[in-house]
T-cell receptor, first 111, second 117 residues
């Protein structure tokens, strides 16, 4: 069985403060994990991916995520939020035969 | 620049009408996918294709049909049997079939928003 849970449907931060978007997963195999960002009326853009190499993964636009097998987590972080980061973020787990999407976290950035 | 092109961006369907959403990719990817996105539900898989002239149903295939006559193209038809078609539809592609290259990401088009008239 494979599943992914995004723990917050909405996150609100002030510009310049850190961002934390939480994702837990379950998988029978060693999964590949991805974070995507979606701006309104746009497709999903890949931020970063974990594929069993380094557990700390750096992505585009200053985002990074840490794979923690013991906690089955893959949380997305950014040290300092920018207004342009306001969007919806999806955590995705890809196993042998299936791709599973989280339900998304909407990030609001307050000026 | 390689990518996925979906058209049209907005589409309106009348009662009893079939409509077709276009998806074209120039990434030379083997696998293509159609997803439906509704608010608060993430993405749900409608159909996918791993090679030309072959496709499989996803989780919510009822009321939809697809074809894969060319590697670059994977059109989706929303039939009149789909009673609640209003949604945002996303097409994606990836390098290989799900089973063999599962560490590869999917690439997405910019979507088509379908509404009922």
């Amino acid at each position: 069985a494979q599943s992914v849970t995004q723990l917050d449907s909405h996150v609100s931060v002030s510009e310049g403060t850190p961002v934390l978007l939480r994702c837990n997963y379950s998988s029978s195999y060693s999964p590949s994990l991805f974070w995507y960002v979606q701006h309104p009326n746009k497709g999903l853009q890949l931020l970063l991916k974990y594929t069993s190499a380094a557990t700390l993964v750096k992505g585009i636009n200053g985002f990074e995520a840490e794979f923690k097998k013991s906690e089955t987590s893959f949380h997305l972080t950014k040290p300092s939020a920018h207004m342009s980061d306001a969007a919806e973020y999806f955590c995705v787990v890809r196993g042998y035969q299936k791709v599973t999407f989280g339900t998304g976290t909407k990030l609001q950035v307050i000026p | 620049d390689g990518g996925i092109t979906q058209s049209p961006k907005y589409l309106f369907r009348k009662e009893g009408q079939n409509v077709t959403l276009s998806c074209e990719q120039n990434l030379n990817h083997d696998a293509m996918y159609w997803y439906r996105q509704d608010p608060g539900q993430g993405l749900r898989l409608i159909y996918y294709s791993q090679i030309v002239n072959d496709f499989q149903k996803g989780d919510i295939a009822e009321g939809y049909s697809v074809s894969r006559e060319k590697k670059e193209s994977f059109p989706l038809t929303v039939t009149s049997a789909q009673k609640n078609p209003t949604a945002f539809y996303l097409c994606a592609s990836s390098i290989g079939p799900t089973g063999t290259v599962y560490n590869q990401p999917q690439h997405f088009g910019d979507g088509t928003r379908l509404s009922i008239l």
